[in-house]
Structures are given as structure tokens and as C-alpha cells.
């Protein structure tokens, strides 16, 4: 039982580095076309997404933030009751969603669109209906979760979800980069633990 496990374990790790080897050789103009435009933008970066999507674009948020670029969370639901009144009219929107039809992030897509934003949308479906309503869309190329190399459902968000966290990355290191962030600032914005002593000299 313990080799099937470890088994497992590497099928699924190997699937997951072959879909960040894809996307890495595959990134296209988007993605210079989305790092252009938030780093252009006068606004905040906000970011949206349900389930592991959501999680995902939180951690997003963090490393954004911690890197020189102010960025916010929020929730598609919470944003139809209320939350609409923390996005500004210069913030840019960047919305992920592997399959791209969840209707709530859908709803809060066209809304969004309706009062001017532009809107970056991370799915491995452009042709959806979220890819649809994105000014750009950057695509994942994810025809597979790696939890198919131990079931047969291919459903739960393993491999979409690792691709959009380190599109992410990605987009944040090239903001970073192309903003001049120093040493400097990165210890400013994280002034304490061992990256803050690191960051501090």
C-alpha cells in the first residue's frame, strides 16, 4: 500500500509540473497585455472567485500586496449585497474561474463590464461566458486535474488551481519587476519575520 501511495503521489505531482510546463511555453500576448495594464492602472487591483478559484485569487491578493501593488479580495456574492462600494472606478478587475460558467461570477462580471472596468479573466475556457466578457483573457491550457491519476471524476480543482496561483506569481514578479521594486520596499511592506530580518539586512 505505502508504494501505491507514493505512486500516487508522484503521478500527481508530475501531472501538476507537466500543466505549469505547458502554460509556461504557451504564454502569450495576454499575459504582457494584463501586466501592462495593471501596471498602468491609477486604481486598485481587485480580485475575484467561488471555491478554490477564491482561495486562490486570496493568496494572489497577498503576494501582490507584498510586492507594491495594492490589490483586494472579493467575494461575487458578498459583491451583489454590498460589496460593490469597495471597488473604484479605476480599479482593474481579475476574475478566475477554470470552467468559466459559474453564475454568480458571471452576474458579477456583466455588472462590473456595465460600470466601465476592464477586466482580466484567468480560465482554461476562453470561449465561456466569464472568457466573453474579459478585455483579456489569459488561458491555462488545464484539460486536466491531476486527482484523475487516483479517481475517475476528474473534478476536484488540483491542477486548475495550481496554474492559476502561479499565473499569479507570475504577474506579480512582473509587476515587481517593471515597477522597480527595491529590497527596500519589499521590507517596508513586510517588516517583520524572517523575510523582514532578510529584507532589513
Known amino acids: 500500500m505505502q508504494t501505491k501511495i507514493t505512486d500516487i503521489g508522484k503521478t500527481v505531482l508530475a501531472k501538476e509540473a507537466h500543466a505549469l510546463e505547458v502554460i509556461s511555453k504557451r504564454l502569450s500576448n495576454s499575459f504582457t497585455e494584463a501586466v501592462k495594464l495593471l501596471y498602468n492602472t491609477k486604481g486598485k487591483v481587485v480580485l475575484s472567485g467561488v471555491g478554490k478559484s477564491g482561495i486562490v485569487a486570496k493568496k494572489i491578493v497577498a503576494t501582490l500586496s507584498s510586492t507594491g501593488t495594492f490589490s483586494v479580495f472579493i467575494h461575487p456574492v458578498e459583491a451583489l449585497h454590498g460589496d460593490m462600494g469597495m471597488i473604484a472606478p479605476e480599479d482593474v478587475i481579475i476574475i478566475i474561474s477554470h470552467g468559466g460558467e459559474t453564475p454568480?461570477?458571471?452576474?458579477?462580471?456583466?455588472?462590473?463590464?456595465?460600470?466601465?472596468?476592464?477586466?482580466?479573466?484567468?480560465?482554461?475556457?476562453?470561449?465561456?461566458?466569464?472568457?466573453?466578457?474579459?478585455?483579456?483573457?489569459?488561458?491555462?491550457?488545464?484539460?486536466?486535474?491531476?486527482?484523475?491519476?487516483?479517481?475517475?471524476?476528474?473534478?476536484?480543482?488540483?491542477?486548475?488551481?495550481?496554474?492559476?496561483?502561479?499565473?499569479?506569481?507570475?504577474?506579480?514578479?512582473?509587476?515587481?519587476?517593471?515597477?522597480?521594486?527595491?529590497?527596500?520596499?519589499?521590507?517596508?511592506?513586510?517588516?517583520?519575520?524572517?523575510?523582514?530580518?532578510?529584507?532589513?539586512?
Open 104 to 201: 454568480e461570477l458571471n452576474t458579477f462580471a456583466h455588472l462590473i463590464r456595465k460600470r466601465g472596468h476592464k477586466i482580466i479573466v484567468i480560465t482554461a475556457h476562453p470561449d465561456s461566458s466569464l472568457g466573453k466578457t474579459g478585455d483579456i483573457v489569459i488561458e491555462t491550457y488545464v484539460t486536466e486535474e491531476a486527482c484523475a491519476a487516483c479517481t475517475t471524476f476528474n473534478l476536484a480543482p488540483t491542477t486548475s488551481a495550481i496554474v492559476s496561483l502561479a499565473l499569479g506569481d507570475a504577474i506579480a514578479s512582473a509587476l515587481q519587476e517593471v515597477k522597480g521594486i527595491t529590497i527596500e520596499h519589499f521590507a517596508h511592506m513586510h517588516p517583520a519575520g524572517r523575510l523582514g530580518k532578510l529584507a532589513s539586512g
